[in-house]
């Protein structure tokens, strides 16, 4: 029967997560995967999550099923944390999802259903998972520019030539922040502009907002998405808890619609609900009562809050730091950018063949296209890493 096959391409970012592991250099760096790590390079379990896990094993006395809705309790506190004031929440409908991944799936399949083989818009260069994620739902990919490289900044006069090839009823998805791979995200009055463009031509704006808290706060990180919920009829957001709870493994996502009304939207939930039904059924329960947990605690989430914010913190004074540390070893300002960014990711602007060298040279391992993971980069040798960095330049 395989015989037909070839051998699947790994992903480009989780074939680092086997290589780094495989390295048994001692001074090895991992800037790939998006996972946050504290300063010894650990990923701990966030205090709250903790005492939610610890009230859930003592509470819990069934894991009967909760239906194909996951579990309503932190349905309506993410959408809380996503719209806030925003929006009137009778027009919003949320479906718990596997992970940020599984939420955009389960997206792009009601996307499918109410416009077979739509086109969808997403920013040149985006989350590589983004393009096998809707093509795998029926729709069609198309690119709109974003980030240009020599500045380190978004091009934003091109993202809005490209927006305007965009035909009504097209689908245009955004990172409401953090923008992955490139860290250079839309100012609140870009984001106003695209607001505004969608609107008037009829686009269908998809924020898919998986870091939410690592950019300018947790607020400030919805409030480009916010402007958006305010401008448009009808919307789409995936969100994801694995890393503002880092409840990466246990899959804590939330696929959310804006609806013009009511109606609408519980004919959009149902439809997503029957594609969940096709493609795993129900979601995993665990991480998603702890996080319900939490919002739901005022002591708890207040704890989360200041955990979030001190890993945020940590995330801007390593930009800042390593961005020196380049100024130094390599007498320019060519990385200043760096400390400008927000969020987890930079793309510094190697090319493979000093991505490789930097691997097989000096143990640093970042994706292909020279995105660096920012909460990875080594506090207590900065200099060497910009050093290494600067050597295969
Ligand atoms: C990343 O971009 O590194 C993370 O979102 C992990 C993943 O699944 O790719």
Redesign the pocket.
């Known amino acids: 029967m395989f015989e037909q096959l070839d051998v699947a391409p790994p ?1 480009k ?2 074939a680092l997560i086997d290589l780094y592991r495989a390295d048994t250099r001692a001074n090895k760096v991992d800037l ?4 946050y790590r504290d300063r010894d390079g650990n990923t701990p379990v966030m205090r709250a999550v903790r005492k939610a896990e610890e009230r859930l094993l003592n509470t819990q006395d069934t894991k009967t099923y909760l239906g194909l809705a996951g579990d309503v309790g932190f349905n309506a506190a993410m959408s809380g944390l996503v719209f806030g004031n925003s929006v009137e929440m009778s027009r919003v409908r949320v479906a718990q999802a596997p992970g ?2 599984g939420a955009l799936r389960l997206i792009g399949e009601l996307l499918h259903r109410t416009r077979p083989g739509a086109t969808i818009w997403v920013s040149r260069p985006t ?3 983004h393009i096998p994620t809707m093509r795998g739902a029926g729709l069609q990919v198309a690119e709109y520019a974003y980030f240009d490289a020599a500045s380190g900044t978004v091009d934003f006069e091109a993202m809005l030539i490209d927006l305007a090839k965009a035909k009504s009823g097209d689908i245009v998805l955004l990172h409401g922040c953090c923008h ?2 490139t860290g250079a995200n839309l100012t609140i009055t870009q984001w106003q502009r695209v607001a505004g463009l969608l609107a008037e031509r009829g686009l269908l704006p998809f924020v898919d907002i ?1 870091y939410q808290g690592f950019g300018d706060g947790l607020e400030a990180d919805a409030e480009g998405l916010r402007i958006v919920a305010a401008k448009v009829p009808e919307m789409v957001v995936a969100s994801s808890c ?1 890393k503002n709870f880092a409840v990466y493994r246990d899959r804590v996502g939330a696929a959310m619609v804006l609806a013009r009304n009511v109606a609408q939207a519980d004919i959009a939930i149902s439809h997503m609900l029957a594609a969940a039904r096709a493609l795993y059924s129900m979601p995993p329960d665990h991480g998603a009562a702890a996080v319900r947990i939490v919002l739901d605690d005022a002591a708890l989430r207040s704890d989360w809050r200041a955990e979030l914010e001190d890993m945020r913190q940590r995330m801007l004074r390593l930009r800042v730091a390593f961005a020196d540390a380049l100024r130094r070893q390599s007498n320019s300002d060519r990385f200043d950018f760096i400390a400008e960014h927000r969020g987890m990711f930079s793309r510094l602007g190697l090319t493979e063949a000093q991505i490789n060298r930097l691997r097989d040279e000096h143990a640093v391992y970042m ?1 292909g296209d020279s995105r660096i ?1 920012v909460a990875g980069l080594p506090e207590a040798r900065l200099d060497d890493l910009a050093k290494a960095i600067v050597s295969v330049l």
């Open positions: 992903d970012i989780l790939g995967v998006g996972v940020g991944s989350w590589p998972n992955n791979p998986a694995s994706v993971n």
